[in-house]
């Protein structure tokens, strides 16, 4: 079974402070790793996406890709209160299936 | 642009009740997903169609059937609800490219009582 796995938290941060989210994945064929953010009562909505290994930024938030160890995360640097939220990370394998961890929910305090 | 929408936003079923999520994109994307997430929980896979006429199941297809009549639509039909159906349904649709995002539907709230 290709399992996708996520602390759970909650993690909480302080205002201002860098949010580091991990996420595992068993399938090695997976080519294709996404951070989706879920606000309560809401869908979800992507964030980042990262193909190839190493960092990959956009504003505040830094995606980074580790194949060799099937390991993949997300910071956020200057966390705010309105990054308060569930975040998912998604493995796309070559069937072009998302498969879903967990997610870890993210608690920013002011 | 509507994008991916589903109806009906929130749904009371009583046990042993059928009902028929509905779910239609305007994005001609050639392949589509339902999803439901439990309290708490990440997204389990239901169905799957990766084109109008061809479905498959996901990880959890149990007390669930769909249909892909069209690029455009795929419904979900709970046959007998049970209240362990009470979830948050989702459905989703993406291009049939490996470095594609999905775009997700509001979600549908199911309750079986």
């Known amino acids: 079974q290709k399992e996708v796995e996520q602390n759970s938290g909650p993690l909480s941060v302080p205002e201002g402070a860098i949010a580091s989210l991990n996420c595992t994945y068993s399938?090695?064929?997976?080519?294709?790793f996404f951070w989706y953010r879920q606000y309560s009562g809401k869908s979800p909505e992507l964030i980042m996406s990262?193909?190839?290994?190493g960092d990959k930024e956009d504003g505040r938030f830094t995606a980074q890709l580790n194949k060799a160890s099937q390991y993949v995360s997300l910071l956020i640097r200057d966390s705010q209160p309105s990054d308060s939220a569930t975040y998912l990370c998604?493995?796309?394998?070559?069937?072009?299936?998302?498969?879903f961890g967990g997610g870890t929910r993210l608690m920013v305090k002011p | 642009n509507a994008g991916v929408t589903q109806t009906p936003k929130f749904r009371i079923l009583k046990i042993g009740q059928s009902m028929t999520l509905q779910c239609t994109q305007d994005?001609?994307?050639?392949?589509m997903y339902w999803y439901r997430q439990d309290p708490g929980m990440g997204l389990k896979l239901i169905y799957y169609?990766?084109?109008?006429?061809?479905?498959d199941k996901g990880e959890v297809p149990n007390g669930y059937n769909v249909s892909r009549s069209t690029t455009e639509d795929f419904p979900l039909r709970l046959e007998l609800a049970a209240p362990s159906q009470t979830s948050v349904y989702f459905c989703?649709?993406?291009?049939?490219?490996?470095?594609?995002?999905?775009?997700f539907g509001q979600g549908t709230r199911l309750t079986v009582v």
């Open positions: 989703a649709s993406s291009q049939p490219y490996l470095n594609t995002e999905a775009f």
């Open positions: 399938d090695r064929v997976s080519q294709s």
């Open positions: 990262i193909y190839s290994n």
């Open positions: 998604a493995v796309n394998n070559a069937g072009n299936m998302l498969t």
């Open positions: 994005m001609n994307h050639n392949y």
């Open positions: 169609s990766v084109g109008a006429g061809i479905t």
